[in-house]
């Protein structure tokens, strides 16, 4: 299942243009296996890793099909928030959320947006989706109607920190590799008060960056995709 990540990894290392291989292919392969996860090592979390940028988001289609369409769902949740008689069911919760959390101060802006986004549907969209990967980016009204899995509950905490106004150069969805159990995990990364925070879907917020798995693979926001493994 590794083969295109280590094939396009060569590519770039020999001169070639890593883009034009398609990079969704070295990251979808990663997105077909996604569990809880279990202790192994700490291993933290940084921003800090210029050399790790691979490309801009655009450059992987799925991901960026995703955005647009978020993008254009956003005129609906706006609308929302202005007028709660324009509310779907599912938005109306969001709205409060929107709402209580506009005067909180930032910490409690992410404590609030982790526990709200946490209280949603897990669901393993693998069997369902139409992408080559057997997984589909959904965006956030797509969560709050169906549910999703464990990258699905990272991405909808970032579009909801976006809304109260969390640059997106301080937030990445980051997938994390568990070797022990052969699986992938992911969580929000969220660059705060002088470190770096995790965001899991059981409500625990890593502060210090740390987390219980072997490696981060890669990482995404609106800007850009992140190889954390192009070092090793």
Known sequence: MLKNHYILRKQANSGGSPLRTKPEIFLAVFLTMFASTSAYCQTM???DTAEDFFAPAANWPAWQDTLDRHYSEREAIHQCLSDAEAC????RGLRHVLLKGADLRPEQQIRLVN?????QRYKDDRVSSQSAAGNQWE????????????????????FVLREFGVDAEDMRIVIGSESQRASHHAMLAIRFDEGVWLLENDNTIHRNGNQDINRFV???NEQGIWDHERRD
Request: glycine share 6%; charged share 25%.
């Open 45 to 47: 979390y940084s921003f």
């Open 88 to 91: 779907t069911r599912r938005l």
């Open 139 to 158: 965006t956030l009204t797509e969560f709050l109607q169906r549910g999703g899995d464990c990258e699905d509950f990272a991405v909808a905490k970032y």
């Open 218 to 220: 890669y990482a995404i």
């Open 115 to 119: 526990r709200y986004i946490n209280m």
